[in-house]
Every structure is written in structure tokens, then in C-alpha cells.
Nanobody
Framework: QVLLVESGGGWVQSGGSLRLSCAAS????????MGWFRQVPGKEREFVSA????????EYTDSVKGRFTISRDNAKNTVYLQMNSLKPEDTAVYYC???????????????????WGQGTQVTVSS
């Protein structure tokens, strides 16, 4: 069993920054990639970013490229999402996720992830 706990969400004005954290426990954290997703009411959960097991590879959805940065600290079993230049359209519940197996390329589909955190709300006001 894997437990993922997000933190760092909150309210921020447009143009501001937040850093989300996701603490993992229950298995060898460093062995697998990790991802961040977000969801707004009435819409499907969407991919935001992913990072490989060693941090050497990252992926971002187009709308956050240049503004968000994913990173990880395997010694702390934690993955981060630094969000800068936030926009109102970034408002969502943000989830971290972990797959149950290794993928050759960074997984970006909801169905490729098995373990999910409880989510943290990010609200960006205009």
C-alpha cells in the first residue's frame, strides 16, 4: 500500500506562486515516476506534470510549461510542484499520483496511475 499526502495548496492572487508537496510512504519511493494532476468540478482530471524516478526526465502539459516546475527529493520521499505566475484558470484541486509499475516513458494518463493523494485546493483570484 502507498500513502500520498499533498500539502501547500491555498489561495493566491493572479501572478502569485505556490509550492505543492506530496509526501509518500509505503514502498520504495525512488523506484517509480510520480505525477501531478488537477481537476475542477464537472471536468475530467487532467495531467499537469510528471517526473522520472531519478528526476532526470520531466513532462508538462502545455498550459503550464515555463510556469510550473516539478522536482523530487528521494531522501525525503517527497515530490514538489512549484507553481509560478499563477492564473485563475489554474484553480483546481491538485492531486499527486504514483503508478504501480514502471513505464518506459513518463506516464501522462489518469489510468496509468494507481495511487492517489487526497488532493489540495488551489484557488487563484483575478
Amino acid at each position: 500500500q502507498v500513502l500520498l499526502v499533498e500539502s501547500g495548496g491555498g489561495w493566491v492572487q493572479s501572478g502569485g506562486s505556490l509550492r505543492l508537496s506530496c509526501a509518500a510512504s509505503g514502498r520504495t519511493f525512488a523506484s517509480f515516476s510520480m505525477g501531478w494532476f488537477r481537476q475542477v468540478p464537472g471536468k475530467e482530471r487532467e495531467f499537469v506534470s510528471a517526473i522520472s524516478w531519478n528526476g532526470g526526465s520531466t513532462e508538462y502539459t502545455d498550459s503550464v510549461k515555463g510556469r510550473f516546475t516539478i522536482s523530487r527529493d528521494n531522501a525525503k520521499n517527497t515530490v514538489y510542484l512549484q507553481m509560478n505566475s499563477l492564473k485563475p484558470e489554474d484553480t483546481a484541486v491538485y492531486y499527486c499520483a504514483a503508478p504501480s509499475r514502471y513505464f518506459d516513458s513518463l506516464p501522462q494518463g489518469v489510468g496509468q496511475y494507481y495511487y492517489w493523494g487526497q488532493g489540495t485546493q488551489v484557488t487563484v483570484s483575478s
